[in-house]
């Protein structure tokens, strides 16, 4: 089945520590993404990845860093969460970058004590 | 850059139609709607390139007006399972990232 599996879906940590959200796709897919969705403010694009090893900011890249050493995955990492990281976390790919159909993970809720 | 939908949220009778409007201040080559159902993951429902196309899907149905830099998204004969959340992303030249507009919540009643 194809899919966009992400990892934790939800996860409580506290400010400071470390902390990795996994993204794997297995539809082969070149263009992968992190979005935020907070309340009323839709969905933000943290960072993209046109393909391997090619990876560039988005709207609201602060705090985080992503890599993209192989093809199928693209891991979020927050090096010393804060409180307003709090939010779910959307990761997607597609075939191609801005015209291509995006398949969203299923997210992951964050919180940040 | 940010695309600007409205109405914000909207609530409708079962039957009823809706409109979504997607504006832009740029220049857009392709317009995509996903909705996204409470507690799930946003869902792809077409993508507008332009030339002023519309699409359909089921009784949804969207145009793309390039001129206006705007889009459409038209609900016709609401259901239920219409309800959620609708997003447009913009894409501004066919090799950069979407991106979403802040979405409209829509709630369809029996």
């Known amino acids: 089945e194809a899919q966009v599996t992400q990892n934790p879906r939800y996860l409580i940590t506290v400010t400071g520590k470390k902390l990795t959200v996994t993204c794997s796709q297995n539809?082969?897919?070149?263009?992968m993404s992190w979005y935020r969705q907070d309340p009323g403010l839709g969905l933000r694009q943290i960072y993209y990845?046109?393909?391997?090893?090619?990876?560039d900011k988005g709207d609201v890249p602060e705090g985080y860093k992503v890599s993209r050493k192989e093809k199928r995955n693209f891991p979020l990492i927050l090096e010393s969460p804060s409180p307003n990281q709090t939010s779910l976390y959307f990761c997607?790919?597609?075939?191609?970058?801005?015209?291509?159909?995006?398949?969203f993970g299923e997210g992951s809720r964050l919180t940040v004590l | 850059q940010q695309p600007v939908q409205s109405p914000q949220a909207v609530i409708l009778r079962e039957g009823e139609d809706a409109v979504i409007n997607c504006s832009s201040s740029k220049a857009l080559y392709s317009v995509h709607w996903y909705r996204q159902k409470h507690g799930e993951a946003p869902v792809f429902l077409m993508i507008?390139?332009?030339?002023?196309e519309q699409k359909g899907h089921e009784k949804i149905s969207a145009s793309f007006n390039e001129k206006k830099q705007q889009s459409s998204l038209y609900l016709t004969a609401s259901q239920l399972s219409y309800s959620g959340t609708y997003f447009c992303?913009?894409?501004?030249?066919?090799?950069?990232?979407?991106?979403f507009g802040k979405g409209t919540r829509l709630s369809v009643i029996a």
């Open positions: 507008l390139l332009k030339g002023g």
């Open positions: 990845s046109m393909n391997v090893e090619v990876t």
């Open positions: 539809m082969n897919h070149e263009y």
């Open positions: 992303g913009t894409d501004l030249s066919g090799n950069t990232p979407l991106v």
């Open positions: 997607a790919s597609s075939r191609t970058g801005g015209t291509g159909e995006l398949f």
